[in-house]
T-cell receptor
Framework: DQQVKQNSPSLSVQEGRISILNCDYT??????FLWYKKYPAEGPTFLIS?????DKNEDGRFTVFLNKSAKHLSLHIVPSQPGDSAVYFC?????????????FGQGTILTVHP | NAGVTQTPKFQVLKTGQSMTLQCAQD?????MSWYRQDPGMGLRLIHY???????DQGEVPNGYNVSRSTTEDFPLRLLSAAPSQTSVYFC??????????????FGEGSWLTVV
């Protein structure tokens, strides 16, 4: 049972445009969500996170939106740059001592064309 | 600042052999965990620790063993390697407590092939 799903295996975007990556979850106990970026042969790198008490969090070109009623979150990258090309993972965690236990989606390969 | 360090980076094992993947962090983090990444499946949690002497199973613990004798180290042991354990393994660490400002850091990965 996939508790965190990224239904788009890949996304292709032109440089300067917006990239929108989506993620859905089913477990109501999840209350903290993270996005990671991963290059080949490297470990995942933290990008941005959001707590369930918020519906939006911004960090530079990256914004994460959370819709708790729909159990949906999205990552917006504006403007997209060729260096953003990577695999993006959505991850979720429940509270308390489960904080460091992440459930990941399958990942979305983002390609930003110059 | 080394962060999370994993060794070895690459390893080839024969079926039935045992080995230990090492993980060390220098950030005094309480929480440490091991994940494996397989094609099309994202990362899946193998084992988890909230502090020295405390471990817990994750989603895919079978065939793996862990212990946490110090805050810094969290080794992952493969007891009798099987081809199904061919994967990329990632160690992660984080502080405990409040979510705000907290993040989970990953090592660079260990590529394991079991033949």
């Amino acid at each position: 049972d996939q508790q965190v799903k990224q239904n788009s295996p890949s996304l292709s975007v032109q440089e300067g445009r917006i990239s929108i990556l989506n993620c859905d979850y089913t477990n109501s106990m999840f209350d903290y969500f993270l996005w990671y970026k991963k290059y080949p042969a490297e470990g995942p790198t933290f990008l941005i996170s959001i707590s369930s008490i918020k519906d939006k969090n911004e960090d530079g070109r990256f914004t994460v939106f959370l819709n708790k009623s729909a159990k949906h979150l999205s990552l917006h990258i504006v403007p997209s740059q060729p260096g953003d090309s990577a695999v993006y993972f959505c991850a979720a965690s429940a509270g308390g001592t489960s904080y460091g236990k992440l459930t990941f989606g399958q990942g979305t390969i983002l390609t930003v064309h110059p | 600042n080394a962060g999370v360090t994993q060794t070895p980076k690459f390893q080839v094992l024969k079926t039935g052999q045992s080995m230990t993947l090492q993980c060390a962090q220098d950030m005094n983090h309480e929480y440490m965990s091991w994940y494996r990444q397989d094609p099309g499946m994202g990362l899946r949690l193998i084992h988890y620790s909230v502090g020295a002497g405390i471990t817990d199973q994750g989603e895919v613990p079978n065939g793996y063993n862990v212990s946490r004798s110090t805050t810094e180290d969290f080794p992952l042991r493969l007891l009798s390697a099987a081809p199904s354990q061919t994967s990329v393994y990632f160690c992660a660490s984080s502080r405990g407590g409040e979510y705000s400002g907290n993040t989970i850091y990953f090592g660079e990965g260990s590529w394991l092939t079991v033949v």
